[in-house]
C-alpha cells in the first residue's frame, strides 16, 4: 500500500494554471506507474495522464497540449502542470500509483484535490 498526498487545487479563472502535486510514501515509489484521475459532478472518474517508471506518458485527448504529467523519483513526487485551463476541467482530482504493461492499472489512491475553473 502507497499513501498518496495531493495538493495544488484551488480555484482558477479560465486560462489561467494550475500545478498539482502528490507525494507519495515508501521507498519503491520509482518502479510504480503514476497517474492522474479527475471525476467531475455526475460524471464517472476518468485518467487524465499517466507515466511510466521509465518517463513515457500517456493523455486524454481533451488534455493533450495543455497538461504535462512529470514525475521526480528522487522526492518521491508526481506532478500535473495544467494550463489554458477550462471550465470542463473542473473536477476533483485524484493520483494513484499503479502498474502499468498493455495500458496504467491503478492500485492505489490519494483523497483528491478540488479543481474548480470560473469562466
Known amino acids: 500500500q502507497v499513501e498518496l498526498v495531493e495538493s495544488g487545487g484551488g480555484l482558477v479563472q479560465a486560462g489561467g494554471s494550475l500545478r498539482l502535486s502528490c507525494a507519495a510514501s515508501g521507498s519503491r515509489f520509482s518502479i510504480y506507474a503514476m497517474g492522474w484521475y479527475r471525476q467531475a459532478p455526475g460524471k464517472q472518474r476518468e485518467l487524465v495522464a499517466a507515466i511510466t517508471q521509465s518517463g513515457n506518458t500517456n493523455y486524454l485527448d481533451s488534455v493533450k497540449g495543455r497538461f504535462t504529467i512529470s514525475r521526480d523519483n528522487a522526492k518521491n513526487t508526481v506532478y500535473l502542470q495544467m494550463n489554458s485551463l477550462k471550465p470542463e476541467d473542473t473536477a476533483v482530482y485524484y493520483c494513484?500509483?499503479?502498474?502499468?504493461?498493455?495500458?496504467?492499472?491503478?492500485?492505489?489512491w490519494g483523497q483528491g484535490t478540488q479543481v474548480i475553473v470560473s469562466s
Open positions: 494513484s500509483a499503479g502498474l502499468h504493461s498493455d495500458r496504467y492499472y491503478p492500485f492505489d
